[in-house]
């Protein structure tokens, strides 16, 4: 992993090496392309990594919301809590079954849905929420305990969206995903997360027969068994054996495969997530160290007392109208010297497509962490001299 201190530094990349090449090329020469022995190999990995006992590997991040939606039960005429803060897929799998967003707000510090916004969205849901999908926002996670306790009692299933947390730890014990505070995680692995694969996403569980049902939802719900055919005698030759080509589908379901290609560079990059962790972690503190250097101007996300991230992102909340500037500004400043910079995220709820449906919400947390949120730049091939640049960049453009 070496530095990249000349040239663009983007605000998140993958990092891939010739073995993981090999692993592809791999495949590639020998197959099966799909539905091979590496889909297997690549869950058993996932499944360990974690500490659950299911991963259901899919074709992405918002594929495996939406597996997990469809497992939790949602359908139309249900109502499922999502905070504003998040990719819109998290949302968006809510409505891809039918069922209705109701948006938590988040506490402006550190963009996480805190228990108290967990009641409240609840209440405005007329109690009526039947899930809930707390987002680890910045691989950060905190009182999961209390949230998962609240809809425990309320009825409610949790699904934890735990695209940003590949790689985080819980202070206490396990992971995000592992199954203590949930009933499924999602992953992405698209290659601006953790690790890359291409395009790919996992649902973990602990649940065996969730687990059935979510591999089922993933390849047309083709079943192959004879014991669980309907129509037996369509399904059987004179002899009594069952029919080699026949198949039954009892439920609408869906393709959201992913291929031995995709599964093979999975598996190599998995191997590597501990380094990747290791390397991220430190350049997050040594961004800290550096960002105390600027006079509370540009101030770290509030860590999480629950556990540790594996920063895929590096967030910082910036008070633009006290650094006289505004964010566009900013971001085209730092794109000049050479720092890529993004914001994550714009309140899903502020989305024309949900204004239309849900109205103007007021949630002011999001609205706060919304109006001071940068990533900057975080990969594994960056070093602690490329931090010194970006944060270098910034002091300038704040105005010393
Ligand atoms: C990336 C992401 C997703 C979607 O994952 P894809 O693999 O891009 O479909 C969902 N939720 C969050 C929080 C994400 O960051």
Redo the contacts with the bound molecule.
Sequence with gaps: MSGSTDTFLPYGSHYVDESDIEAVVDVLKNGPLTCGPKVDEFEAAFARKIGVSDAIVCA????A?HLACLAAGLQEGDIAIVPAI??L??ANAVRMTGAEVCFADVNPTTGLMSPDDLIDAFERSGKRAKAVLP?H?NGQSEHMQDIAAFASRQGMVVIS?C??ALGAEYLNSGKPGDGQFEAFGTF???PV?SIAMG???VVTTNNSAKAHLLRQLRGHAMEKDPGQWSDTQAGTALDGKPNPWYYEMQKLAYNYRATDIQCALGLSQLNKLDGFVEKRRSLAAHYDRQLAHLNNRVRAVRRSNDCVSAWHLYPVLIDFPYCGGDRAGLMEALHASGVGTQVHYVPVSRQPYYVERYGHLNLPGAESYYSQVLSLPIFPAMEPADVDRVVRALAENLGG
């Design positions: 992405n991040g918002t594929a919301l998040t990719f897929a998290t987002v926002m969206d695209c940003h992405s692995l698209h997360k395009e790919g996403g």
